[in-house]
């Protein structure tokens, strides 16, 4: 049996679509008339040759690659949250595999997530284990996860693997959202200030120091860099937002270049505070997923290499990577990964003290646990410094124009008492 997905009519003339399992497209299309619908077209979730040609995937038959889907859009990080914590629920209740994902992609409402759960079932009931049928949907199963499930199914402790990523995919949203939600405000305080100030240079000054010009005397300092940073704005405001709009487009073709990108990344590890966040973000995301991997009973040398892939600061991923090639000619773990300095003391000395204890899993979970704790504190300082000093930059530059138009005004009225 296969996933279909279709398109049909209703009596009313309504354009319906979903997915649905039966043997053939003709099979489709006869329940499909049976429940008073016009099919116009049928069509099996499709699959291509993966363009990485000679990759291999865990758990695919024959030891080949599985094939990559046609579409590259999944499941949202919400949903996949989701969907592994019903999953989870139902394992662990004696659910066969294969039931639980009829279930689960029964009471999703999102016609897309439906389909790739079906895909993944239909590839159940030929007799593929559950990871392996999830590498046919690389864009939404990443390695982590399928490593992680594979483990659990040899271990027989799937369902405690899928809590354990449910776990740690929403943990991972939650700090997503946390850092996307604290540049909401700084983002909007800086255009509504930007455009206030815009506005102020563009059509207030210029017409009220026309007055003051046309008397001819000589304007204060303030006045003149007024006039002309205002004249400058007005000749060149197309200009300058036109390199407004073209400035990010460049610096992503920029940083494009591995070269380029790396120097960039390597910066950021020195500019104080953004060094702070960018390390304490990498290293959470590490040891996250490592602790992860390391709790489904994954390999330490694998559990690394996966991990370093989703360190997204090129030097701090290289010195994972190193770490696994130490760790592999018998260096201790908690030595290679504090060898280059990059990762936070306290995270070296947990991982220290789980190697020591035989806890490595444990206390990767803890050095995890405080690290994202350590980083919400931090961004919320820095939030709430951030927030009252935007405010008064903006504040004294509005202050330095007010200034700069009231001073020739106090001139003239000294002019006009004597």
């Known amino acids: 049996m296969g996933a279909y ?68 859009r999944g499941m949202a990080p919400a949903d ?20 639980a994902l009829g279930v689960v992609a029964e009471q999703t409402a999102k016609p897309r997530v439906k389909s790739i759960l079906l895909g993944v079932r239909s590839r159940v009931r030929e007799g593929q284990d559950l990871a392996a049928a999830l ?18 199914e040899h271990s027989g402790k799937l369902g405690p693997v899928l809590e354990n ?7 991972s949203q939650d700090l997503k959202q946390r850092v996307v939600l604290a540049l909401i405000y700084p983002t909007i305080v800086s255009l509504v200030a930007v455009g206030i100030i815009s506005v102020l240079l563009v059509y207030v000054v210029p017409q009220v120091v026309q007055v003051f010009v046309d008397f001819k005397r000589e304007l204060p300092a303030l006045t003149k860099m007024l006039i002309a940073l205002s004249d400058f704005v007005r000749r060149y405001l197309w200009f300058l937002l036109g390199g407004a709009a073209a400035l990010p487009v460049v610096l992503h073709l920029i940083l494009r270049r591995p070269g380029a990108k790396r120097a960039w990344h390597l910066l950021l590890l020195k500019i104080p505070l953004i060094s702070t966040l960018t390390r304490g973000l990498n290293t959470a995301r590490f040891v996250r997923t490592f602790g992860v991997l390391s709790k489904s009973g994954v390999a330490v040398l694998d559990g690394l290499n996966i991990s370093a892939r989703v360190v997204a600061n090129i030097p701090m991923r290289q010195a994972v990577e190193e770490a696994a090639a130490r760790v592999r000619e018998g260096t ?8 280059p300095k990059l990762f936070p003391p306290m995270t070296i000395n947990l991982i220290a003290s789980g190697e020591a204890s035989g806890d490595l899993a444990g206390m990767l979970d803890h050095a995890a646990n405080a690290q994202e704790r350590e980083l919400r504190n931090l961004i919320a300082t820095l939030m709430g410094l951030l927030e009252p000093l935007m405010i008064l930059v903006m504040g004294v530059v509005v202050l330095l124009i007010v200034l700069a138009i009231l001073m020739p005004v106090f001139e003239l009225n000294q002019l006009i008492k004597t």
Do not use: I
């Open 165 to 171: 990523l449910a776990d740690f995919a929403e943990n």
């Open 5 to 72: 997905e279709f398109t049909a009519l209703d009596q009313a003339g309504r354009t319906r679509k979903g997915v649905m399992e039966a043997d053939n497209p003709r099979a489709v299309r006869s329940q499909l008339v049976s429940q008073g619908l016009v099919p116009l077209n049928v069509e099996e979730v499709k699959h291509k040759t993966s363009r990485f040609g000679g990759t291999r995937e865990p758990g695919a038959p024959g030891g080949a690659a599985p094939p990559r889907l046609t579409w590259r």
């Open 135 to 152: 590498g046919y949907f690389p864009h939404v199963f990443s390695e982590l996860y399928r490593a992680s499930v594979a483990a659990g």
């Open 80 to 99: 996949l949250a989701l969907f592994t914590r019903q999953m989870a629920t139902m394992v662990r209740s004696g659910s066969p595999v294969e039931e």
């Open 332 to 339: 201790s773990l908690h030595m290679a990964l504090a060898r």
